[in-house]
DNA sequence: AAAAGACAACTACAAACGTAGTGATCCCCA
DNA sequence: TGGGGATCACTACGTTTGTAGTTGTCTTTT
């Protein structure tokens, strides 16, 4: 896997349709984002390609002999050079900062308040 | 205070300068900033400009009648739009994953994971 | 076989961003 | 009092992003 690459807001829409099922052709991609983002199939191609040339995804010819797109990074290594990025320009590198305000600013159920202090737990015995 | 607007990269490392101290005119600024960006001055003055233009910034005289920036936005309210943005991008909205990923990434003393327990307690009871 | 779609390769084009350069002023100092 | 630095307002220009359109070919369906 290469570094993951600098995605954009509307090609992580289509990593994440990848990601979730893949190799799909450009077509199925387009129905299959069609009820979120409501996109020509140009449009969808177009991403597709510079996904491509970003190195982001892979393709492949299916048995009817037409391209079909499948992810050439995982989801994890994408996801954490994003949060990776977006903690570096907004807490300025620290996790803690970043882990309280999140905490702060979101309404947790007890349960899942008990499932993350399990994981803080966790964290430190490894 | 009017709604956070969307500011870019560049202009984020000029807001926190201003944040962290405020009025300074663009000369003062760019000598601010020139250990981390090496930005000209004519840079520094571009963003300002964009900030002013966006919003986030307002400007002031001060007594030697040149000008003067000063955030017109909480840096609060900025970063609280930029993590909501940036968990909707990645974690579609929802604030466990997010807090998931970043308590398994990040390596935390025992004293911040302490905090962070009792942080989260506390969210539960307000 | 002609029309209708799918697919692919190019091209388009405006807004946002990163990063300045130019030209006009104004004020201070030697 | 003339030149140099500080300020400003404009302009510039390549890249990335969002969002397609155009054209040409291939295939499938009446």
Redesign the pocket.
């Given at each position: 896997m290469p570094p993951a690459p600098?995605?954009?807001?509307?090609?992580?829409s289509v990593m994440e349709a990848l990601w979730e099922s893949s190799p799909q052709?450009?077509?199925?991609l387009t129905k299959t984002l069609r009820p979120t983002?409501?996109?020509?199939?140009?449009?969808v191609?177009?991403?597709l390609?510079?996904l491509v040339d970003?190195g982001a995804l892979k393709?492949a010819?299916n048995a009817?002999?037409?391209?079909?797109f499948l992810p050439a990074v995982k989801r994890e290594a994408c996801v954490r050079a994003e949060g990776e990025s977006f903690m570096q320009r907004i807490f300025g590198g620290a996790a803690k900062p970043l882990l309280v305000h999140f905490a702060q600013n979101s309404k947790l159920t007890a349960e899942e308040v008990k499932e993350l202090k399990k994981l803080l737990d966790q964290s430190l015995n490894s």
């Open positions: 600098d995605i954009s807001d509307s090609e992580w052709t450009a077509s199925e983002m409501n996109w020509a199939e140009n449009t191609r177009t991403l390609m510079r970003k393709t010819e009817s002999g037409t391209r079909t």
